[in-house]
């Protein structure tokens, strides 16, 4: 539920709201704030609520630094036991309050669709941070800021790597991905590549999904990886688990011969998914990355509460 | 099992006033009460015709409801299971109304999500709420897809 009125967005709560101009404005609005930062304090005097259902580190801290360097103040939640959520209050009530007291609340909660739920109960803007396996738009504004400072976006080669079966940055990532006619290669063992719902939707969207059980298959032909974790939860066998994960394991022998312009990227946190000694070489871009949630979230701040 | 010729002879009686739905999918009419939520339990007076032969479905169902009047949110909530059905609102033993049944764009409040982790699925002061694209509904707060088995998750 997005109210557009030119480019003004009311609420960011999925990327599948945004088409390709909106999401190529927010782009260059990011880029313009990356080079001579932002004007005059624009957001002094405003007031962003902060509301963590779930833990984060750089959601949330990423969220109050672009606020803060906009002139604005934050307001946290504190911790959920301390709220009246503990007490059983709904998270509707709870919008309906906050809203009285933020000017923009950003919400990340641990069942799907909490934000669209929001943004229905809310008098302000409501920015998705993230809803359980759902969508976390504001991190894929940042994967696709990230791939532009290196290359244009339209037909690009990215392979999405990991546990594609529950990975919801992977998922967004794609749906934004068909905006620019991406080929898109989808590489994870059986029993974790993309749900077929989602296959079928991005057919539909006219981006056929190219599988692969092996990354060395493809990754010499990829202009971008996109690694994400394995999550230890899914594999009942330990032992697979660690089987898994060092076969699918990014280190400078892998890399050899890939593109010159190959990107690597993460949403982090990784654990074991790319060997360290990758972050020296001139393909990891994913701590540039991190850092790009600031600018681009400072975009997403001016377009709601501007 | 043997199958009844609807159009050779009376096989429920005519109603006065109420509502005939015909054309049902074959099998598919104790569904449709379900989904209007006609039980044992309520007072409306219900017939009931099951795999009735029919020249367009091969079988069809068919329900008579006595002195109730079916409103189009009521009979497009059918349309999910029974495509092919048409509403007759009866009054005084005469056919005042005729009408297929249409899916609508927006299911709101007719089936629940299967997603546990769907916010729709919680304390939430809100309905489920689906997409119709074609054959597949989709829930507008989680993306799950329903492409199967829709009555099951009728609510």
């Known amino acids: ?16 709201d945004l088409d390709r101009s909106q999401i190529d404005h927010l782009i260059h609005r990011a880029s313009e704030i990356a080079e001579s930062g932002a004007d005059q304090e624009p957001l002094k005097g405003k007031i962003l609520g902060l509301l963590f259902f779930e833990p984060s580190t750089r959601t949330r801290m990423s969220f109050e630094s672009a606020m803060l360097r906009l002139g604005g103040s934050c307001m946290n939640l504190g911790g959920v036991e301390v709220s009246s959520m503990a007490k059983g209050e709904t998270l509707a009530d709870t919008i309906r309050v906050v809203s009285g007291y933020a000017d923009t609340i950003v919400l990340r909660h641990p069942k799907v669709g909490a934000a669209r739920l929001a943004s229905e109960f809310a008098d302000v803007p409501v920015i998705n941070g993230g809803d359980g396996a759902g969508q976390h738009p504001s991190q894929t504004l940042i994967d696709l800021y990230t791939i532009h400072q290196s290359m244009p976006l339209d037909g690009i080669k990215i392979g999405l790597i990991g546990d594609l079966m529950y990975g919801r940055t992977t998922h967004s990532l794609a749906y934004a991905l068909t905006r620019y006619q991406a080929e898109i290669h989808a590489i994870s063992p059986k029993g974790l590549g993309l749900p077929d719902s989602i296959k079928h939707d991005l057919k539909e969207l006219g981006c056929e999904i190219i599988e692969h059980e092996s990354v060395e298959e493809i990754i010499r032909e990829l202009d ?8 230890r939860e899914r594999f009942p066998d330990p032992a697979q688990f660690f089987d898994i994960a060092a076969s699918y394991r990014i280190n400078p022998t892998l890399l050899e011969g890939v593109r010159e312009n190959l990107i690597l990227l993460h949403p982090l946190p990784r654990v074991d998914e790319i060997d360290p000694a990758v972050d020296r070489l001139p393909y990891a871009r994913y701590f540039e990355q991190a850092r790009n949630g600031v600018p681009v979230r400072m975009a997403m701040l001016l377009e709601v509460m501007q | 099992m043997k199958n009844y010729n609807y159009q050779e002879g009376l096989l429920i009686n005519p109603i006065s006033n109420g509502t005939v739905i015909d054309h049902i999918t074959g099998g598919e009419g104790l569904t449709v009460l379900r989904i209007l939520k006609i039980t044992g339990s309520t007072s409306e007076c219900v017939s009931v015709a099951t795999n009735v032969l ?33 509403i007759n609102i009866i009054r005084d033993k005469r056919v005042v109304e005729k009408k297929g049944v249409e899916i609508p764009d927006i299911l709101v409040g007719v089936v629940h999500c299967p997603n546990p982790c769907c916010i729709t699925n919680t304390n939430e002061p809100v309905m489920s709420r689906f997409s119709v694209q074609g054959p597949r509904l989709i829930c507008e707060y989680c993306d799950t897809v329903i492409s199967s088995d829709i009555s099951s998750y009728i609510i």
Do not use: C, W
């Open chain 1, 224 to 231: 971008v990886l996109y690694v994400t974790r394995f999550q």
């Open chain 1, 1 to 16: 539920m997005i109210t557009v009125a030119g480019l003004h967005l009311k609420h960011f709560i999925s990327v599948r």
């Open chain 2, 54 to 86: 029919s020249n367009a479905l091969g079988t069809k169902d068919v329900v008579k409801i006595e002195n109730r009047e079916l409103k189009t949110e009521e009979v497009d909530r059918i349309a999910l299971i029974a495509p092919n059905a048409t």
